[in-house]
């Protein structure tokens, strides 16, 4: 399979070849099976990668009794891997806001571009959560 970097390093020069039908042939064409053990490494390195460097998903892996070792199959990770919902994401900036130093009452601008792309109205609220 084509080579890959985790976390990902995006590469501005990069493209296929003008002829080629695909972006990533190996990746594109390869039979499921080895396509499902690809999904299933990367999904490895993925959880174990937050594991170790991001406190917000061990904490809630930890609640939850998941560990990356854990992950063995697709099936494990539909099935042991908890899902984070919108909720517990807003839980967890609200407090990064109140670490550095807002409190209710304070006024804050959000400087993001507020257009089709969802992921900026995310951090509007009607009330916050400190």
């Known amino acids: ?9 995006f590469d501005a020069g990069y493209l296929p070849p003008a002829d080629s039908r695909y972006w990533f042939p190996d990746r594109e064409t390869m039979p499921p099976a080895a ?17 170790e460097h991001a406190p917000f998903y061990r904490r809630k892996w930890d609640e939850a009794g998941f560990h990356p070792d854990r992950l063995r199959s697709l099936e494990d990770f539909e099935t042991k891997v908890p899902v984070i919902a919108k909720r517990d994401l807003r839980e967890s900036h609200a407090r990064i806001l109140r670490g550095m130093g807002l409190r209710p009452g304070d006024t804050v601008f959000i400087a993001a571009i507020c257009s089709l792309y969802m992921g900026s109205w995310g951090t509007y609220r009607e009330k916050p959560v400190f």
């Open 35 to 51: 396509r499902d053990r690809a999904i299933l490494e990367r999904l490895q390195a993925l959880t174990r990668y937050a594991w």
């Open 1 to 9: 399979m084509e080579a890959w970097t985790f976390p990902p390093r």
